[in-house]
């Protein structure tokens, strides 16, 4: 099915090679890569030792399967016998190795927490954990919570609703100044409602099985200055509700956000351009029933099922365009979300995406990310430094900073491609150069033709230091850099050597 190179997994151009925190990922032997296990996963095998018995694990039987050949492993309560997968984990076998016998959900979560191990590894799955904790992981108890923002400076989000003849409208007080109309995700579904806000580090929950029937569309504001976020649902009938509903799963709970978990919902195909030869611009819809604004510099997680495992992926949205008059009418309540995704022939994912006829559908989440346009306000020069699809998160900074950014003097890109033909959206960021005196373009080729008279080689000091000139001494600055991994790396290396100060500089990472 993929014609999967002789060369070791991951590939040298694939993200899986280093995860966050510069982890290394180990080679992995020929025939071993995630399609050759999801191969594993359907061989009809009995990889759990088990005969298909599902059973209860205390935690002394857990520990006695502390071994290569005979490793189990808890994650958020269920038990899998890892071993068969051993020689396929990208993040090698002693990584695994660290969970043996125990509870990994802690470890599997620091390294890529949006990985869907229940499906990957659900042939695995011996049973569950005999003992299911009081408290499931990430809740706090309302001390801990109150202790920890106040810690932080944070007041305890709370929610109301009032309605009139033909509306109900949920109110929700999160008491911070710096909330927006992407700091809240509305999905309603059926009789489900569910608003997550975003406050800081933490995610704040209304998730209510509604009394009464809405209509699919809803209309979301944010009054700024006090931080209230009100959500007006139509009413189906015009009667008076006597309750909102039922609590459902976490309702008006806060959760830190890395441990919130993803929430999908399904998105249209609407449209697949060609950008090169082998990046695409995807159009996807947001259902009707869904608000979800992802901000600048985020991203979000693409879920596909292949053969029976979900395949989870991040990508980061970008505008339409980058020019004013090439952008198309704005449809309503912002349903579009646009991806500029490179199609990689033996990956995983990309060939599968590709293969999306219109009209079909994929899974997205919620955004994802650190990035805060507040690190955009005031400042006087801004360099983006991307390579190849790292050039994504440039698109809506780039955007949003010449468009809102006063102060701004200066904003140069310096766009690391293998040749002309993989440089994304050339002719608009030309077009751009000669509309805007502020900004300006540079290409750096690694594979060039004969032909190209403009700069060549991989990141270095001596590019980097022609490159960042600010536009005067001691300018305020900010440097975003994205790329590979080991790109991104060794330029935040350079960078620290040309004086740039960890405040100056945004990598952006897996
Ligand atoms: P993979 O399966 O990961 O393969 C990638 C490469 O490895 C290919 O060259 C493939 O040929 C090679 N390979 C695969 N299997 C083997 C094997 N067995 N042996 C040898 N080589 C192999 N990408 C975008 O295009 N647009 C975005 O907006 C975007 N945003 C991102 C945001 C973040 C935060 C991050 C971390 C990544 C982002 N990416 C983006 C990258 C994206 O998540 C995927 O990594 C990328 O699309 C590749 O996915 P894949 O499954 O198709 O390829
Ligand atoms: P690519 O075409 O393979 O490479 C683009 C340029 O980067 C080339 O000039 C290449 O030079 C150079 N490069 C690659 N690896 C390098 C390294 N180790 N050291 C120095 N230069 C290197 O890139 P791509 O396939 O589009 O991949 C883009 C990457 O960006 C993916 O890994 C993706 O995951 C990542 N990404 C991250 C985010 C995020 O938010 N974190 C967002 C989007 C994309 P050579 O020809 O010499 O290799």
């Known amino acids: 099915m993929l014609n999967v190179p002789s060369q070791s997994f991951p590939g040298p151009s694939s993200q899986q090679r280093v995860a966050s925190g510069g982890r290394s990922k180990v080679p992995l032997k020929q025939g071993r890569s ?33 071994k290569k050949d005979d490793c189990w492993i808890c994650i958020r309560g269920f038990v899998y016998n890892v071993s068969p997968y051993m020689e396929y984990h990208p993040g090698g076998e002693d990584e ?8 990994g959900t802690d470890l599997f979560d620091q390294v890529h927490r949006w990985v869907n191990y229940e499906s990957m590894l659900k042939e695995c799955l011996v049973g569950r954990m005999a003992v299911k904790p009081a408290v499931p992981k990430g809740l706090l ?18 929610y109301d609703w009032f309605q009139t003849d033909s509306s109900v409208t949920i109110v929700i007080y999160t008491k911070q100044k710096d909330i927006s109309l992407d700091s809240v995700i509305v999905d309603h579904q059926g009789d489900s409602f569910r608003a997550e806000t975003i406050i800081k580090d933490y995610s704040y929950l209304v998730h209510i099985a509604l009394s009464h029937e809405v209509e699919e569309d809803f209309s979301v504001r944010v009054v700024e200055n006090v931080g209230k976020i009100e959500i007006i649902l ?28 993803l929430y999908y919902r399904k998105c249209q195909l609407v449209s697949k351009e060609d950008v090169t030869h082998d990046t695409k611009l995807f159009c996807l819809m947001l259902p009707p029933c869904t608000h979800l604004q992802v901000p600048i510099g985020q991203h979000v997680y693409l879920k596909v099922t292949i053969t029976g495992t979900e395949i989870v992926k991040p990508y980061t949205p970008v505008s339409y365009s980058l020019l004013s008059e090439f952008q198309k009418p704005v449809p309503p309540n912002n349903k579009y979300i646009y991806f500029l995704i490179k199609i990689y022939p033996a990956g995983l994912l ?26 955009l306000q005031e400042l ?5 430094v991307a390579a190849g699809t790292g050039f994504t998160p440039m698109v809506k900074i780039l955007n949003y900073a010449l468009s809102n950014v006063l102060s701004l003097r200066k904003l140069k890109l310096m766009f690391f491609n293998k040749t002309e033909d993989d440089i994304i959206w050339r002719s608009q960021l030309e077009k751009l ?14 594979a060039p033709t004969s032909e190209w008279n403009g700069k060549q080689g991989q990141i270095s000091p001596a590019l980097l230091s022609e490159f960042l000139k600010r536009s005067v001494e001691n300018s305020r600055v900010l440097l975003c850099i994205c790329g590979p991994t080991p790109f991104t790396e060794q330029g935040i290396e350079l960078l620290h050597d040309l004086c740039f100060s960890k405040e100056e500089i945004y990598s952006f990472t897996a």
Request: overall charge positive.
């Open 34 to 66: 995630l399609m050759d296990w999801i191969r594993m996963t359907k061989s009809g095998k009995d990889l759990t030792g088990l005969k298909g018995r599902l059973i209860e694990v205390t935690e002394e039987e857990l520990k006695k399967h502390n």
């Open 96 to 103: 695994l190795m660290r969970a043996a016998g125990s509870d």
């Open 141 to 158: 108890s309302k001390t801990q919570v109150t202790d920890t923002l106040t810690k932080e400076g944070l007041n305890s989000p709370s």
């Open 234 to 261: 139509k009413k189906k009938e015009h009667t008076s509700w006597k309750c909102l509903g039922l609590p459902l799963e976490r309702h008006n709970l806060l959760t830190p956000k890395k441990d919130a978990g």
């Open 350 to 375: 990309t060939p599968k995406l590709d293969h999306l006829q219109i009209g079909d559908f994929v899974s997205v989440s919620g955004p994802e990310g650190n990035f805060k346009k507040s690190k």
């Open 380 to 384: 006087e020069d801004l360099f983006l």
């Open 433 to 446: 150069a000669c509309k805007d005196k502020r900004f300006d373009v540079e290409y750096i080729l690694s």
